[in-house]
């Protein structure tokens, strides 16, 4: 018999937070499922580990330098369940969340796509609850640290089972045919805005997204800077542009195709000044130390130059993400792309 649910969750050798996820998934969770674990970079104590602790999860091997969407891809190319729960390695559940959201399933219109639940961080503070629509002048106010997902709106921070926009990527429950049709995640995006994408390609062609504040999940969401910012922030940039100048013609797995030119030149150049000025503003710090002060100083440095070098390119993310990966940590993964002469 199929399971009610297939569980995703991409890990990146981080077993600390993923044995805790898992064992909130196991004490909480009642309807039947499946789960899914890409195991993304693990080493081989680690993969040993998971293997003799959860004998009951299906471990997908990733070797290769993917993201975020192409790692989940492949667990929900083996989903059978009728619905696909995804969720971060970095979160926990104090409550039955998978069960909640799949009776919510019943108290929706059948064509709905999606539903999220509420999202917090440890300290109780709300990550997202909902989500309104992202727009090329909300995501460069977001760059400037300018939005606020907590204030209420239409689409947001409502009470109970309500209707809202757009998805966060690290906790959403989808009907597995809708998600199917839509191609799963679009690998367009290494490392954002693929749940955004996504949740506006839902909501754009009949399938509404809801949000349930009652249900809720913490995101524990590591914001310290580490040295492979340098290669995930030009990759989430690059993709930003793309997604947003490509919003007038937004389809499914489109690459590329559809931006309007003028729209992502007029966002490229704000970033790229904003990210000049950031520059200077490193190179004017004490970069050379060892103190973790410097150390931090040089990464947001190098990060702002690599930024700038990504906007005005035609190389996709994922090539993006290779090439400042491998300079970061002068590691070559066999399987990835190869270095392209920029």
């Given at each position: 018999m199929k399971p009610e649910v297939s569980i995703i969750i991409v890990s990146m050798n981080n077993v600390s937070c993923l044995f805790p996820c898992l064992d909130s998934i196991r004490r909480h969770t009642t309807v039947s499922y499946e789960t899914f674990v890409t195991a993304y970079m693990f080493s081989d104590e680690n993969l040993k580990l998971l293997t003799g602790k959860y004998p009951w999860v299906t471990i997908i091997e990733s070797n290769e330098l993917?993201?975020?969407?192409?790692?989940?891809?492949?667990?929900?190319?083996?989903a059978e369940g009728k619905y696909c729960f995804i969720v971060n390695d970095d979160t926990l559940m104090n409550m039955p969340v998978i069960d909640r959201l799949v009776e919510?399933?019943?108290?929706?219109?059948?064509?709905?796509?999606?539903?999220?639940?509420?999202?917090?961080?440890?300290?109780?503070?709300?990550?997202?609850?909902?989500?309104?629509?992202?727009?090329?002048?909300?995501y460069l106010k977001h760059y400037l640290h300018l939005v606020d997902e907590t204030r209420p709106d239409k689409w947001a921070m409502q009470d109970g089972l309500f209707?809202?926009?757009?998805?966060?990527?690290?906790?959403?429950?989808?009907?597995?045919?809708?998600?199917?049709?839509y191609g799963w995640f679009d690998e367009t995006y290494t490392f954002t805005p693929?749940?955004?994408a996504l949740g506006t390609l839902f909501s754009r062609n009949g399938h509404p997204i809801y949000t349930d504040s009652d249900v809720e999940i913490t995101h524990i969401a590591n914001a310290t800077a580490s040295r492979i910012e340098a290669a995930i922030k030009p990759t989430r940039v690059r993709g930003s542009l793309i997604f947003y100048s490509s919003l007038g013609n937004i389809r499914p797995n489109q690459g590329t195709n559809g931006c309007n030119p003028f729209?992502?030149?007029?966002?490229?150049?704000?970033?790229?000044?904003?990210?000049?000025?950031?520059?200077?503003k490193y190179i004017l710090c004490d970069c050379s130390g060892s103190s973790p002060e410097s150390q931090r100083n040089r990464i947001m440095r190098d990060t702002a130059a690599n930024v700038r070098r990504s906007i005005f390119t035609k190389k996709t993310t994922k090539e993006i993400f290779t090439k400042y990966y491998q300079e970061v940590t002068?590691?070559?993964?066999?399987?990835?792309?190869?270095?392209?002469s920029w």
């Open positions: 993917r993201g975020f969407a192409e790692n989940n891809n492949l667990a929900l190319r083996l919510d399933m019943s108290k929706v219109p059948a064509e709905t796509a999606a539903i999220s639940p509420k999202i917090v961080f440890p300290d109780g503070k709300v990550q997202t609850c909902g989500r309104a629509p992202w727009t090329p002048f909300r209707l809202t926009y757009t998805l966060n990527g690290a906790c959403f429950l989808a009907k597995t045919d809708i998600f199917r049709e693929e749940d955004i729209i992502y030149i007029l966002m490229g150049l704000f970033i790229w000044i904003f990210e000049a000025l950031r520059s200077i002068g590691k070559t993964i066999s399987g990835i792309i190869a270095k392209s």
